[in-house]
């Protein structure tokens, strides 16, 4: 079987209390209950802050999963000062929520390929676009067979080649692709610098690249690549008030976006993904 990965996937390496938007700081941290569940199997798990609390007592519904708590800085219950985890620290990589483990790695199975991304959230991924060619992966596997014929794959790519074109304008590219993905949305250009322009190009269509297929049909959000365009739709126009240089819109995109997915619960929709990490609790 193929595999599809995004250029700069290998060689990312999370860089934790060095991170300017740090996951513990910024994100809603899922416990899957198959994760309670291995906490009561471990006797040395128990005394989670050295005042003889389980992990329960972290935890909390929201919207229908099991959720860490958040501390008076609104940061995952489990951030120390230093903003490293405290459960990493107390008891290893093992003891962390299958999200963190992952974050922010996309991987998702196709019948003829598996695809390698990063999650669009994450700033530190988003540094990598500055040296991105538009619409270039690096494939693995049988080099002798083709991808499947996919209606899907097909749109993705069309979408890709127009943002990749010089000779088509923004508007030109937003339009394509409210045109393949059934959206009415109208997105409010600024007058752009180039910087801020190659900019917009690369992190628009990563983000569909990163998140249109993996979680097509998932339940919650029936159409990504509209509610892509949503999002667009309300950060482009700020677009100008960001300082022009590639770390601080890299910043300013992953805190829109992320911002946006909270709002539309889309972050919580889509940890359903890593259910299949449930083997490590057996």
């Not at 938007?21 to 209950?33: E, T």
């Not at 922010?104 to 196709?110: A, H, Q």
Request: with cysteine.
């Amino acid at each position: 079987m193929k595999k599809l990965y995004f250029p700069f996937y290998k060689s990312f390496r999370c860089v934790a209390d060095k991170c300017p938007m740090n996951c513990c700081s910024q994100m809603r941290i899922p416990f899957f209950k198959w994760e309670e569940r291995l906490f009561d199997t471990k006797p040395e798990w128990q005394n989670v802050d050295g005042r003889q609390h389980n992990i329960k007592d972290f935890l909390h519904e929201e919207s229908g999963w099991l959720m860490c708590n958040t501390d008076e800085r609104n940061y995952c219950v489990f951030c120390t000062e230093n903003r490293l985890c405290r459960l990493q620290l107390e008891y290893g990589i093992s003891a962390l929520p299958s999200v963190c483990r992952t974050f922010p790695r996309i991987i998702t199975k196709f019948p003829d390929r598996v695809e390698f991304s990063l999650e669009p959230c994450c700033p530190i991924a988003l540094y990598s676009l500055k040296d991105w060619e538009i619409g270039v992966f690096l494939i693995e596997g049988d080099t002798g067979s083709s991808f499947a014929p996919d209606p899907s794959y097909d749109a993705r790519q069309e979408v890709m080649d127009c943002f990749a074109d010089p000779q088509k304008s923004l508007d030109d590219c937003f339009r394509k692709t409210a045109e393949i993905y059934n959206s009415d949305v109208s997105i409010d250009i600024p007058a752009l610098s180039p910087f801020q322009e190659n900019f917009l190009r690369k992190v628009c269509v990563y983000s569909i690249w990163a998140y249109v297929l993996a979680y097509e049909g998932y339940p919650g959000i029936d159409n990504i690549g509209a509610a892509l365009l949503d999002f667009y739709a309300e950060y482009i126009p700020t677009v100008t008030d960001c300082p022009e240089d590639w770390e601080s819109m890299s910043r300013h995109f992953a805190a829109a976006l992320i911002s946006y997915v909270k709002k539309i619960e889309f972050d919580l929709e889509i940890e359903s993904r890593y259910c299949d990490f449930s083997d490590f609790a057996r």
